[in-house]
């Protein structure tokens, strides 16, 4: 089963906007959520990440949100640019011994238009 | 520079004719891992390995083989290969308890 759900698939923005990426996660015991970005022909590389002791961390424009009553978090890119255009997954593990095991999400398709 | 190397990068292959992946990490790192990135599915964990000679399965482990005899290598290897495992795989590596996960660039593999 998917334990990381993420929406959109695909999301096409105009530059200077605010592309939103959700992610819902159905096991409570997670306790550390991250976002990696991902480059055509590149692999993923962590972009941002948070633990569900706050509501909300940002770094330059981007923000994660996290609802931990809801199981909901989100990626917020504000001023969004063509150089933000890539795919971006969240992901979700729990343990304090952490192993490096991530639950991802399917990944969203970030195009931003000049 | 920190990286994870893959290799092959991109390979055709044909049914049931075994092949090997490699990766190598030079960060010492413990933790190493490979996964698969499906479209729709994202990122899958074939199997992971949090040390020399210490191997486990991931969420879809069948068909792969993995060995860790040093711990900057971790092989991906494929005894059968069969066209539902046309994917891209990523190797990746980090220090055991550490949150940041390091991936190598991928390897396209297509099975005919």
């Known amino acids: 089963q998917q334990q990381v759900k993420q929406s959109p698939q695909s999301l096409i923005v105009q530059k200077g906007g605010i592309s939103i990426i959700n992610c819902a996660y159905e096991?409570?015991?997670?306790?550390?959520f991250p976002w990696y970005q991902q480059f055509p022909g590149k692999g993923p590389a962590l972009l941002i990440a948070?633990?569900?002791?706050?509501s909300e961390k940002k770094e330059g424009r981007f923000t994660i949100s996290f609802n931990k009553s809801a199981k909901q978090f989100s990626l917020h890119i504000m001023d969004s640019q063509p150089g933000d255009s890539a795919t971006y997954f969240c992901?979700?593990?729990?343990?304090?011994?952490?192993?490096?095991?991530?639950?991802f999400g399917q990944g969203t398709t970030l195009q931003v238009k000049p | 520079e920190a990286q994870v190397t893959q290799n092959p990068r991109y390979l055709i292959t044909v049914t049931g004719k075994k092949l090997t992946v490699t990766c190598s990490q030079n960060m010492n790192h413990e933790y190493m891992s490979w996964y698969r990135q499906d479209p729709g599915l994202g990122l899958r964990q074939i199997y992971y390995?949090?040390?020399?000679?210490?191997?486990d399965k991931g969420d879809v482990p069948e068909g792969y083989k993995v060995s860790r005899k040093e711990k900057r290598n971790f092989p991906l290897i494929l005894e059968s290969p069969s066209p539902n495992q046309t994917s891209l795989y990523f190797c990746?590596?980090?220090?055991?308890?550490?949150?940041?996960?390091?991936f190598g660039e991928g390897s396209w593999l297509t099975v005919v």
């Open positions: 990746a590596s980090s220090i055991l308890g550490g949150n940041t996960i390091y």
């Open positions: 390995s949090m040390n020399v000679e210490v191997t």
């Open positions: 096991n409570t015991a997670f306790d550390y």
């Open positions: 992901a979700a593990s729990y343990g304090s011994s952490n192993t490096g095991k991530l639950i």
């Open positions: 948070i633990r569900p002791d706050v």
